[in-house]
């Protein structure tokens, strides 16, 4: 193996490690001549990037937050558009061809949240919180498309989701008798559609949006948000309403991914989140049938040991056959991810 691939080192140390051909010594002193010198360099200078920029923007936040009450209305429109001109300028001027650049158009875009914020504060428009989200969500997605960021891309989704979110839960429960399920159900469903969107978009050749970590973050944030209301019924919560849909969609979610991230993309990482999620609603559904035949009632002692007795049991089942899984398919699964 040689330092000058070292993608190629490493896939290679990593199957000698897996034999169990390397110690764990001989294996930390390999990496270390084999990594990717310049990889490392330029993810160190992204990562101080990234921090600089988010503790300014909490900076400001704090700010306001600290001296809302000593500052004139002036004052915090001032304050507030000063530091969005600079951002949106500086990123104007460096480029959004260069990291700086489309760090300072995502700080815009934070900002732009910010302002909308302190105009409903200062002039009490009286306007549901979800509409500050959609006019945010508005606002921003042509600097989302003109950035090509993954990072910009995944804030505007998240402002949106919120937005999706806070009107479901303002509105549409109130309003349209839709059940709180049904409420997760569509929030966890546009995640999903927003992951298929982004597996669309990187085989068709949107290569700005193929960092690996853009598809964990989706998966995991679908698969959890599909898993609350399913594990609620799976338990016998019984206040989300709608079971068969919560559990339909959250299944839907889980076999779907699964086989997509092992006989299409075959994605380590992925299917680790696939079946730690699965394992935590096996917990859930072992739970349910051990209430229902022991019962969990800590006031007598011999069920009570009974239950949690038999609850340990599932849960280790479940835990270490999900850890067996996961055993067998890294040593099968080899590439990088798409």
């Known amino acids: ?42 993810w160190g200078r992204h990562a101080l990037l990234t921090l600089g920029a988010g503790q300014f923007l909490a900076g400001v936040v704090c700010f306001f937050a600290y001296n809302w009450d000593d500052l004139s209305d002036l004052a915090k429109f001032a304050v507030i558009e ?25 700080a815009a875009s934070v900002l732009t949240g910010v302002l909308l914020a302190v105009i409903g504060q200062v002039y009490q428009t009286g306007a549901d919180v979800f509409e500050l989200f959609v006019a945010w969500a508005v606002l921003i997605l042509p600097w989302v498309f003109v950035s090509r960021s993954a990072v910009h891309w995944m804030l505007w989704l998240v402002v949106a989701e919120v937005a999706l979110a806070l009107y479901a839960s303002q509105v549409l429960v109130v309003v349209s008798d839709v059940t709180s399920g049904e409420m997760w159900v569509l929030v966890g469903a546009t995640i999903a559609l927003a992951l298929a969107g982004r597996e669309f978009a990187v085989q068709y050749g949107l290569s700005w949006l193929s960092a690996h ?41 889980i076999i779907a ?11 380590f990482a992925a299917l680790v989140i696939v079946i730690a999620v699965a394992d935590a609603f096996f917990i859930c559904i072992g739970f349910r049938l051990i209430d229902e035949a022991i019962g969990f009632d800590f006031d007598d002692a011999a069920p009570a040991l009974a239950s949690l007795g038999a609850m340990i049991v599932w849960a280790i089942a479940g835990t270490g056959s999900a850890a067996l899984a996961m055993r067998r398919l890294r040593g099968t699964l080899q590439g990088a991810p798409a």
């Not at 169990?20 to 990496?31: E, F, H, I, P």
């Not at 951002?87 to 300072?104: H, K, P």
């Not at 679908?222 to 969609?249: E, K, N, Y």
Request: charged residues 15%; contains cysteine.
């Open 257 to 267: 991914a699964a086989a997509l991230y092992w006989h299409l993309w075959r994605d």
């Open 213 to 253: 970590w853009t598809r964990l973050v989706l998966l995991f944030a679908a698969t959890v948000i599909l898993f609350i209301p399913a594990a609620a019924h799976a338990v016998d919560a019984g206040r989300f309403g709608s079971p068969a849909l919560c559990l339909a969609a959250f299944l839907l979610m």
């Open 82 to 106: 000063t530091a969005l001109v600079i951002a949106a300028g500086g990123a104007l001027l460096i480029g959004l061809d260069r990291a700086f650049g489309r760090v300072l158009l995502v």
């Open 1 to 42: 193996m040689s330092p000058a691939d070292p993608e190629l080192g490493l896939r290679e140390l990593q199957i000698l490690r897996s034999a169990g051909l390397v110690s764990a010594r001989g294996y930390a002193a390999a990496v270390s001549v084999v990594r990717d010198e310049a990889f490392w360099a330029r």
